[in-house]
T-cell receptor, first 111, second 114 residues
Framework: KQEVTQIPAALSVPEGENLVLNCSFTDSAIYNLQWFRQDPGKGLTSLLL?????REQTSGRLNASLDKSSGRSTLYIAASQPGDSATYLC??????????FGDGTTLTVKP | DTGVSQNPRHKITKRGQNVTFRCDPI?????LYWYRQTLGQGPEFLTYFQNEAQLEKSRLLSDRFSAERPKGSFSTLEIQRTEQGDSAMYLCASSPRTGQYEQYFGPGTRLTVT
């Protein structure tokens, strides 16, 4: 059974700081891994998808890496802004068509 | 492309009543997923469809839960004899038939059982 852990559970940083969010998973037989953002009371917004054969994926100030063999992914956010405040979730996806989510990292960026 | 839509957005019901939620996926997305999310936790997988076929179902989906996707378009999730523990956000997502199965989520249905 896939288990996903996200560390830290919460993070508070001043505006402008670079930061790294961590995701680890127990079953490395994944098809891809998706990072999402969730604002309070809302649905999930897809940020980045990394295929199992890729090591990195970039979108604007976001960079996600994947080390499938060690069961780890990181999300790097450059030059953080108050608008980045949200909960960030990672979800590895298996060939069976199932995603398992971590409990997320709640990020607060202070002006 | 109007995105994934879910109705209703909020539902308050009394314990023991039946409720039904609807999800309309992005058009031409053949995969549709249901998740349940409680406060402070990540979404938990409930079930997924490829076209009209329900291919996987979580053990979380007890006998009181049923999902359908007639004709491979919209989907419904029904909960019978609701319990207070069913209070949660119910999320629907869809993904396209080609590519990497990137999931796109709807806004969710918030269920409160009193």
């Amino acid at each position: 059974k896939q288990e996903v852990t996200q560390i830290p559970a919460a993070l508070s940083v001043p505006e402008g700081e670079n930061l790294v969010l961590n995701c680890s998973f127990t079953d490395s037989a994944i098809y891809n891994l998706q990072w999402f953002r969730q604002d309070p009371g809302k649905g999930l917004t897809s940020l980045l998808l990394i295929q199992s054969s890729q090591r990195e994926q970039t979108s604007g100030r976001l960079n996600a890496s994947l080390d499938k063999s060690s069961g780890r992914s990181t999300l790097y956010i450059a030059a953080s802004q108050p608008g980045d405040s949200a909960t960030y979730l990672c979800a590895p996806y298996t060939n069976a068509g199932k995603s398992t989510f971590g409990d997320g990292t709640t990020l607060t960026v202070k002006p | 492309d109007t995105g994934v839509s879910q109705n209703p957005r909020h539902k308050i019901t009394k314990r023991g009543q039946n409720v039904t939620f609807r999800c309309d996926p992005i058009s031409e997305h053949n995969r549709l997923y249901w998740y349940r999310q409680t406060l402070g936790q990540g979404p938990e997988f409930l079930t997924y469809f490829q076209n009209e076929a329900q291919l996987e179902k979580s053990r979380l989906l007890s006998d009181r839960f049923s999902a359908e996707r007639p004709k491979g378009s919209f989907s419904t999730l029904e909960i019978q004899r609701t319990e207070q523990g069913d209070s949660a956000m119910y999320l629907c997502a869809s993904s396209p038939r080609t590519g990497q199965y990137e999931q796109y989520f709807g806004p969710g249905t918030r269920l409160t059982v009193t």
